[in-house]
Structure formats: structure tokens, C-alpha cells
């Protein structure tokens, strides 16, 4: 069951959206070569202590940390650890929180010093299949719309769209229905309607869509040993079109 939000629902989750927003964006601007991502996920325990937020991943289905770091041929739920990042590498960085009950849930892959152009346009399409399914998220519109949106955007460039995980429902539980996988005809599913709430994040792959899952019993890497990326908002439907509530 697809549970739609009261305005005074949306406004609470606009409100944790919007820190998840702020923690993304420092993360961001501490990442540079020699930073490790167990800083990072650090850094992101304390910001969610120091706001009496909960992290939304840490205790999981058993997951042990508060972000997700998901460094190049790593495509999600990647382990924080103390390998510095290094120039040219790419770091996918998933992180949400629960705050007055609700959940926010967002996800940004960004380039380490220099990345190559090959390794740049995989992020620039990655985040350009992200906008093109919140561009299909209408009201009246069918929910496999949002999925074939993204998925034409990756395949277009060639690239692989990840078919083992898939975007979600939000809320008051972090995963909701409906899930949004990132392929599909469009005009399939449930109607969207005011006040659905969505978490839309394709993983894209730069060559095949095919991934494995590590002994650790998490970490998802490409086959093919290719770099993968990562993009992810916390959307909401509404009559004036889609919202993004995981921005600042
Ligand atoms: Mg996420
Ligand atoms: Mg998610």
C-alpha cells in the first residue's frame, strides 16, 4: 500500500530532507584526495547526534554505519573505511536520517581531485537520468513513467542501468511502497497521486548492468569491474509537479 502524505506530513519531511541535504553538502565539501571515508562517516554520526536525529542506515537489516561509501567499481552499501580516497577516483555516498518521524533518504556521487572525462560524463548522465525520472514523477502519471525516464537517459549513453536495486516509497519507514525500479515501459503501475512520497536513485553502471554482492554480505561491485555512480532524492508528488525535498 502506497501511503499518501498530509501537507503537515509533507512539511515534517521536507523539514528531515532538508538535513540530509546539509549533511550531503558538507560531506561534499570535505571530500579531496587523502580523506578517508571513515572520517566522512564520522562526521555524519556526530551531525546527527548533535541534531537528536537518528541515522537512517546504522542497525539496518544490520548495516554498520551511518553512510553507505561506495568508492568506483563499488555500486551501493559500500563499508565507510580508512583507505584514503585517492585523485581520480569517484566516491558514491548514500545517507539518510529519521527526524520527528520521518525519513530522508539521499545519495550523490562525486569526483575525487581530477576524474577523467570518460569517468565525468558517467556522473553527469548518472545525475541526468535522476532529474529525468523526478521530471516524470506527475500526478496522473503511471509510476513505470519515472522508471523508463531513467532508464532511457543511461541507455543512451551506453551505459548499464542496475537492475538488483531499486528506488522506494518514504516516510515514516524508510522503505515504503512502492519500489521504482530504474527500467520499465512507461505507463505501467500505480497512478502518482498529491502526496506520495518517493526515494528515485538509479545506479548506473558504465558498462554492463550486471553486479555481485561481496563477502561482507553488502558491498555491491560491478562485474565487469567498471566504474558504477549513484544519484538519489526524496521526492514528493504534488499538483505544482515533483518536489525535491533532499535540497537545501
Ligand atoms: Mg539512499
Ligand atoms: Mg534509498
Redesign the pocket.
Known amino acids: 500500500m502506497i501511503v499518501v502524505k498530509s501537507s503537515a506530513e509533507l512539511e515534517r519531511m521536507r523539514c528531515s530532507g532538508r538535513m540530509v541535504a546539509e549533511v550531503l553538502q558538507l560531506l561534499r565539501e570535505k571530500i579531496a584526495p587523502g580523506v578517508t571515508t571513515l572520517e566522512l562517516d564520522r562526521f555524519a554520526e556526530n551531525k546527527c547526534k548533535k541534531w537528536k536525529a537518528k541515522p537512517?542506515?546504522k542497525g539496518y537489516g544490520g548495516f554498520p554505519y551511518t553512510i553507505?561509501a561506495s568508492p568506483n567499481d563499488r555500486v551501493?552499501h559500500g563499508f565507510p573505511n580508512s583507505e584514503p580516497l585517492l585523485d581520480g577516483d569517484i566516491i558514491s555516498i548514500?545517507?539518510?536520517l529519521i527526524y520527528d518521524g520521518f525519513f530522508g533518504?539521499?545519495?550523490v556521487t562525486i569526483a575525487v581531485g581530477e576524474v577523467d572525462p570518460k569517468t565525468r560524463k558517467l556522473l553527469d548522465v548518472t545525475r541526468q537520468s535522476l532529474e529525468d525520472g523526478i521530471a516524470a514523477a506527475l500526478v496522473g502519471a503511471r509510476l513505470s513513467d519515472i522508471s523508463q525516464a531513467v532508464q532511457v537517459c543511461a541507455e543512451a549513453h551506453g551505459y548499464g542501468v542496475v537492475r538488483e536495486f531499486v528506488g522506494h516509497g518514504i516516510g515514516r519507514a524508510l522503505h515504503e511502497d512502492p519500489q521504482i525500479p530504474n527500467y520499465g515501459t512507461a505507463g505501467n503501475g500505480p497512478q502518482l497521486k498529491p502526496g506520495m512520497t518517493l526515494?528515485i536513485?538509479p545506479m548506473i553502471n558504465a558498462g554492463t548492468p550486471a553486479v555481485k554482492v561481496l563477502e561482507d554480505g553488502w558491498t555491491a561491485v560491478t562485474l565487469d569491474g567498471g566504474m558504477s555512480a549513484?544519484f538519489?532524492h526524496t521526492i514528493a508528488v504534488t499538483e505544482g509537479g515533483p518536489e525535491i525535498l533532499t535540497k537545501l
Open positions: 537512517a542506515f553507505c551501493v548514500d545517507f539518510g533518504d539521499s545519495a526515494a536513485e549513484h538519489e
